[in-house]
């Protein structure tokens, strides 16, 4: 039983603070956003130099063979910056799928998502899923040696400037069955994907994809074609995991800047945060930080598991705390702040933001709590 | 970081356990399960039984009959030990005055009594709250007036638990009645049987006694049973209480009760299915356990970084520790009320004839009830949060 980062992970932490506090000041945000795509390539490309977006490949596919506590140091990072360059949609997602993808999929695509040249997207919500993955319309029909894929997607994370779509397709069976789920890679500039991007509530990207016959190879289907559902949860999960990481950066640095805020604050002649009421509501955020923080340690630890059905359960379980601790600290932050915690110009605000989307991301709080409660609870 | 724990910490695991479930009278076992109370015999032959074996206090350091082990280890033995369920060891003597003897006491002290209480020879109760003084410990007035080679004590103490068992009583005194509160306080050991004490039980709402009223009416105590410095009690008493707040969790206690939840709630039935199966009763269930594994896991936390840093200063986290194992309690015994139903209501004081259909059910309100303490006593949870904001958040 050991809490304590390696001596390289150690190092990894550092270099990725030092990075982010260098480039990624409140002000710097707002300017890559503004940038084509609404975020920075340029920051994109220094993550690229520092390995950060060749981490979890392994290293002959020319990565770094790092494993999940490595990836949960760069998210807790991410989300204590606000980062919203597409590492979960590229590296996390995309990557996860390739990882699990053939030798040539993996030599085709990984060496311009390690150099940060290509980005990807997991287009996988429909208009009637909500936070089932298995609730696939969009088809894929086999045609020649290859498929056409037609269907909606939506909320396709950082699909506007993807070079490549991952693509959740029903190649068999009904809307919502298992079996009959794949997944395939496609070109973003296929002919037939109509793509509509869109600002996120959180200052970041996604795209509303439209797919009409696009035609596809027989080697873009990642994994088996017939009944791929279980690698899309396996990789969903690992986002999950990564989101958890990053709403422990997100809470933690919000509670840090409520903190600081009222101590310097002052009415009645005094610091607002010599009020027990508010020391109190600060204690509680403490706390819901720190018991999500474990349950992320949990999630990130369950990455390895290798019983799927136990891996499922506990990343839905710290799913269900970081939600929850999510929802207390965001508002918990905004509330400490008074009416600036509503204003677009100080920081609070955009925590508060980020905290409330990754809830809306892959299951919230009640969908996951209903899966653990489904399995018969998580005590053993 | 790696959560697991040692083939080594996997095998003493099953050591613990076997040897809990083997030598445990099974009638005892059964009153924990079920909720009932536990005698004085109960207890004081169950610490034999670990003293037997060299598991009294295994915290302690290994002169004074500590086992010296990790602190996974300590963690995993109070864990398997609440799950049993066993009972737990009284607080009194092996968490509080003990460590308190062995640190600041002398010799003489520490021989006298320290065998004694890892044994239970001695049942010790603990004098610190006062009528006037609960949270605001430190404005307790009972005076101890040094006279010749005696102190004489007069006072009250209050929410004095099991006093009426005990045989000793470690109090906190004021000294020094011209000193600021804190400075001032001695930390003295009284007989109980002394000349001048009375003990007046206290009604809990369980209709339990487990807390009293003791009074200190000119009572002659020794100059010897004061322990370290004269006016340095309140050092001595914060020591004590951080030692406490690391035990307050009770993981294991409410992975055993969530056990018994799901055991009961396969057997009640709520409509045509047995109300485990219905879904909102099963939501609140799992939400529970939820926030259970999650403090499990800060409390690895906390005792990894011990295990790792060394004891030194109570860490200031584990308020935290404190404040979501005594809420998870309380949630899980708002549960077993639940369950219960219609049968909650009967009032069978223990030892009278039991209600067939409601013996099952009968300690469980009475728990619930009583277990609004565990978020009161050891520094109310609003102490815990005080803590927090000014230790941790430096408010």
């Given at each position: 039983m050991d809490f304590d980062l390696s001596e390289e992970q150690r190092l990894l932490k550092d270099s990725v603070d030092g990075l982010l506090k260098s480039s990624y000041e409140f002000e710097a945000r707002k300017k890559y956003r503004a940038e084509k795509g609404g975020w920075s390539r340029d920051v994109w490309g220094k993550f690229a130099e520092q390995g950060l977006l060749g981490l979890p490949f392994s290293e002959d596919d020319g990565?770094?063979?790092?494993?999940p506590i490595e990836t949960m140091i760069v998210m807790e990072a991410l989300g204590r910056n606000l980062v919203i360059e597409p590492y979960l949609d590229t590296v996390v997602l995309g990557g996860g799928f390739l990882r699990r993808g053939s030798a040539e999929q993996r030599a085709a695509y990984l060496p311009g998502v390690i150099d940060g040249s290509k980005t990807l997207a997991f287009a996988q919500v429909e208009r009637d899923s909500r936070y089932d993955l298995g609730d696939v319309v969009t088809s894929a029909k086999k045609s020649g040696s290859g498929y056409v894929l037609s269907g909606e997607k939506f909320v396709v994370g950082h699909g506007d400037t993807a070079d490549t779509l991952i693509v959740t397709a029903r190649t068999s069976g009904g809307q919502r069955d298992a079996k009959g789920v794949g997944v395939f890679l496609v070109p973003a500039?296929?002919?037939g994907v109509d793509i509509k991007g869109y600002e996120t509530q959180d200052g970041s990207r996604a795209a509303d994809i439209k797919l009409n016959n696009v035609e596809v190879g027989a080697d873009a289907a990642i994994g088996n074609a017939e009944d791929g559902l279980s690698i899309v949860n396996q990789v969903v999960d690992d986002a999950r995991i990564a989101l958890c990481a990053e709403a422990v950066g997100a809470m933690e640095e919000a509670l840090k800047i409520s903190v600081e805020y009222i101590k310097e604050r002052k009415q009645f002649g005094v610091a607002?945060?010599?009020f027990q009421a508010l020391q109190h509501r600060a204690a509680d955020m403490f706390t819901a930080l720190e018991t999500a923080r474990s349950m992320s340690f949990l999630a990130s630890m369950a990455s390895s598991f290798t019983d799927l059905d136990e891996r499922t359960k506990t990343v839905a379980a710290a799913k269900v705390q970081i939600g929850r601790s999510a929802r207390f600290v965001g508002q918990g932050g905004v509330q400490l702040h008074g009416g600036v915690g509503v204003t677009m110009e100080y920081r609070i605000g955009h925590y508060f933001k980020r905290l409330t989307m990754i809830e809306q991301q892959f299951g919230d709080a009640d969908y996951h709590l209903r899966r653990v409660a489904q399995a018969g609870g998580i005590t053993e | 970081m790696d959560l697991s724990f040692s083939k080594e910490e996997v095998a003493f695991r099953e050591e613990v356990r076997t040897f809990f479930r083997e030598s445990l009278d099974p009638v005892v076992r059964k009153k924990l399960q079920e909720g009932h109370h536990t005698s004085k015999d109960d207890l004081v032959n169950w610490q034999r039984t670990l003293n037997k074996k060299g598991w009294a206090v295994p915290h302690w350091p290994t002169e004074y009959g500590g086992t010296g082990w990790s602190a996974a280890k300590q963690y995993i033995f109070l864990e398997e030990l609440q799950k049993t369920p066993a009972p737990p060891p009284l607080p009194f003597g092996v968490n509080m005055v003990g460590p308190v003897i062995y640190t600041f006491g002398n010799e003489a002290q520490k021989k006298h009594y320290l065998p004694r209480i890892a044994n239970m020879d001695d049942w010790w109760c603990q004098g610190f709250s006062e009528p006037g003084s609960g949270s605001d410990l430190a404005s307790l007035k009972t005076t101890a007036k040094k006279k010749g080679d005696t102190y004489i004590v007069n006072g009250q103490k209050t929410w004095t638990t099991l006093a009426q068992h005990a045989d000793w009583i470690f109090c906190l005194c004021r000294t020094d009645p011209d000193a600021k509160k804190q400075s001032g306080i001695s930390f003295i050991l009284i007989d109980m049987?002394?000349?001048?004490i009375t003990v007046r039980p206290i009604q809990t709402i369980d209709g339990g006694v487990e807390v009293n009223e003791v009074f200190f009416d000119e009572v002659v105590v020794p100059a010897e049973n004061l322990v370290g410095e004269e006016n340095k009690g309140w050092d001595y008493a914060k020591f004590l209480l951080g030692n406490e707040r690391v035990n307050i969790a009770r993981v294991g206690m409410s992975k055993e009760r969530i056990r018994r939840i799901k055991e009961l709630a396969s057997s009640v039935m709520s409509g045509d299915k047995p109300l485990i199966e219905d879904p909102q009763f099963r939501q609140k269930l799992a939400a529970t356990e939820i926030e259970l594994k999650a403090l499990e896991l800060t409390q690895m936390r906390v005792v990894a970084a011990e295990g790792k840093h060394g004891k030194g200063k109570p860490d200031p986290a584990s308020s935290i520790l404190k404040i979501k194992g005594s809420e998870i309690q309380q949630t899980l015994t708002e549960l077993l009320l639940e369950v219960t139903g219609p049968f909650a209501l009967p009032f069978m004081p223990e030892g009278e004839g039991q209600n067939e259909e409601g013996d099952w059910a009968s300690p469980i309100a009475p728990t619930y009830f009583n277990y609004r303490k565990v978020s009161i006593y050891g520094g109310s949870n609003e102490i815990q949060r005080n803590i927090i904001a000014k230790a941790v958040l430096g408010l």
């Open positions: 990565g770094f063979g790092a494993g500039n296929a002919k607002i945060g010599s | 049987k002394s000349k001048g």
